[in-house]
């Protein structure tokens, strides 16, 4: 069983930083894309950063790129920790982030953005950046 546990959202002043974690257990470390995804009020949930596990290929949303960093401690087989760097926060970034897991397979899109591609979802964690 798949699970995921999100921590470290908050308040940040615009041009801050805010780190979150999302620790994964339950997977295999080498199969797996992890995803981060953040959902507005009134907006529909949309993915910003995907990386595939145990590498360091990564795919981000243009709106978040040269400014958020997806990353995975080197963990173990079936636990590790995924980290989520948000540096030069904006207003616009304010919404529930979630991280997600997708298993890789034969069908599976390349580094997914779509959130129907998971399977696994952590809880949330809410962040609100304030001008």
């Known amino acids: 069983q798949v699970q995921l546990v999100e921590s470290g959202g908050g308040s940040a002043q615009a041009g801050g930083s805010l780190r979150l974690s999302c620790v994964v257990s339950?997977?295999?470390?080498?199969?797996?894309?992890l995803g981060w995804f953040r959902q507005a009020p009134g907006k529909e949930r949309e993915g910003v950063a995907v990386m595939y596990s145990g590498t360091e290929n990564t795919r981000y949303a243009d709106s978040v790129e040269g400014r958020f960093t997806i990353s995975q401690d080197n963990g173990m087989n079936t636990v590790s920790t995924v980290y989520f760097q948000m540096n030069s926060l904006k207003p616009e970034d304010t919404a529930m982030y979630y991280c997600?897991?997708?298993?890789?397979?034969?069908?599976?899109?390349?580094?997914?953005?779509?959130?129907?591609?998971?399977?696994?979802w952590g809880q949330g964690t809410q962040v609100t950046v304030s001008s």
């Open positions: 339950g997977y295999t470390y080498h199969s797996y894309y």
């Open positions: 997600a897991a997708a298993r890789d397979s034969s069908s599976t899109a390349l580094f997914p953005f779509t959130p129907y591609e998971y399977g696994y």
